[in-house]
């Protein structure tokens, strides 16, 4: 046990850039008091605790920890989100779309990360056409895939995934999903994994464990 009472396991457990183990999450709701829901982030704990009263709240921070491991911890006074908001089908930063061609010759000619990607055939309730974002450019095996989210293409057999809109370029095509919602895309058009905004160009997946805290 540490000097706070919390068991050495749980405490070594909890660090930057690092997911808890299942069984360390349930020593968090054992040891941290009206806990609804503990969630890890890469450099702090959030503590959703059971709604009460504004003064019972601060009442109740005066006794529970400011640290655990190596993380602060941040407590919020009943559910912090309601809705999932997940899988929302919008592209748009700012409330606008970025509808920009980036594989006109005149913009480069080539699909950079974060860009605009449309579902054809199909459009929602509201008339809008599922999009996502270009995601990285991976390779396995010699076999080379774009990421993205891919439950915009769930409605559609044909995951033909269009840059910037359905009547724009053909770009890729779903051929795979990973867990619930990572699609992999093969291409046909010339790709990039440099952000345009910053002229930065990733270069490799790392596990959490390669990474540097700082």
């Known amino acids: 046990m540490t000097e706070d009472g ?6 070594n457990d909890i660090k930057p850039f690092h997911i808890p183990q299942l069984a360390t999450f349930g020593s968090l709701h054992k040891f941290i008091a009206h806990p609804e829901y503990v969630s890890s982030l890469p450099q702090r704990l959030v503590v959703e605790l059971a709604q009460m009263q504004y003064e019972e709240f601060q009442n109740t921070l005066t006794s529970l920890p400011d640290t655990i491991g190596c993380l602060n911890v941040g407590y919020v006074n009943g559910p912090l989100l309601t809705k999932k908001f997940a899988r929302q089908n919008a592209c748009q930063s700012d409330g606008e779309y970025d ?3 980036y594989l006109d010759l005149d913009n480069g000619g ?3 990360l ?5 579902c054809g055939g199909y459009l929602d309730d509201k008339g809008m056409c599922p999009a996502s974002k270009s995601g990285i450019n991976v390779c396995n095996d010699e076999k080379i895939r774009l990421t993205m989210a891919a439950h915009g293409w769930d409605a559609v057999q044909d995951k033909v995934v269009y840059h910037p809109t359905r009547h724009a370029h053909n770009t890729a095509k779903i ?9 992999l895309a093969s ?3 010339p790709i990039t994994n440099e952000l345009p905004e910053l ?3 990733a270069k490799a997946l790392l596990r959490s464990s390669q990474s540097r805290y700082n």
């Open 199 to 201: 002229q930065v160009k």
């Open 99 to 101: 509808d920009s061609d």
């Open 187 to 189: 291409l046909t058009c």
């Open 175 to 183: 051929v795979e999903t990973i867990g619930e919602d990572l699609g």
């Open 6 to 11: 919390v068991p050495a396991s749980v405490w």
């Open 114 to 118: 974060g860009l605009l990607l449309e």
């Open 110 to 112: 080539t699909l950079g």
